[in-house]
Structure formats: C-alpha cells, structure tokens
C-alpha cells in the first residue's frame, strides 16, 4: 500500500517555475514506477512524466520536454516535478501516481498502468 500526497501547486506567470512534491508512505515507494498526470476538467488524464525506480529510466511527454524534470528522492519517499517556462495551456490539475509494474513494462505512460493516485495540486499560470 502506498498513499501519496502532493504539494506545491499555485498561481504563477507564465515562464516562471513551480516545483511539485509528492510524499509516499509505504514501504514499496523506492520500488515503485513513479509517473505524474495532469488532468483538465473533462478531459481525460494526460501522461506528463515518468520515472523508474531507481530514477536511471525517465519520459516525458512532448509538450513538456525541456521545460519539466521528474526526480526522486527514495530516502525521503518523495517524488518531483521541476517546471520551467511555465505557459497558460499548462494550467491544470497535476497527480502522481505509483507503481508496482516495472518502468520497461511500457505502461508508464498509461493511468491504467498505475495502483495509487495523489489527491492533485492545482496548477494555475496566468498570461
């Protein structure tokens, strides 16, 4: 069981920086395939970024590459995502999410593939 919970939303201008914290409990977080998702009100959830267990294996979705890094930090059971040159259309709601399936399983791109969800941080750039 991993519960997870995420930080560091907020309200910036566009090209500024956020950087999202998400904490796990549990004793299986280092093991774990980390991904953060983003998701717009009714719209489908949106693979962001991605990262193995070991933090050796990464991906990111096109819209965010050279602008987003996801890291992690398994002694301190938390997982990250450095946003730069924020723009508008990034405004939304972001989720991590864990798990148990192996990064080189493929599905880490694919909600489906995840066993635990955060509650979500808010995501505000203005223009």
């Known amino acids: 069981q991993v519960q997870l919970v995420e930080s560091g939303g907020g309200l910036v201008q566009a090209g500024g920086s956020l950087r999202l914290s998400c904490a796990a409990s549990?004793?299986?977080?280092?093991?774990?395939?980390m991904g953060w998702f983003r998701q717009a009100s009714g719209k489908e959830r949106e693979f962001v970024a991605a990262l193995s267990w070991s933090g050796g294996n990464l991906d990111y979705a096109e819209s965010v590459k050279g602008r987003f890094t996801i890291s992690r930090d398994n002694a301190k059971n938390t997982v990250y995502l450095q946003m730069n040159n924020l723009k508008p259309e990034d405004t939304t709601v972001y989720y991590c999410?864990?798990?148990?399936?192996?990064?080189?399983?493929?599905?880490?791109?694919?909600?489906?593939?995840?066993?635990?969800w955060g509650q979500g941080t808010q995501v505000t750039v203005s223009s």
């Open positions: 549990g004793r299986t977080f280092s093991r774990s395939t």
């Open positions: 999410a864990a798990s148990g399936r192996p990064y080189y399983s493929g599905t880490y791109y694919d909600p489906i593939g995840y066993d635990y």
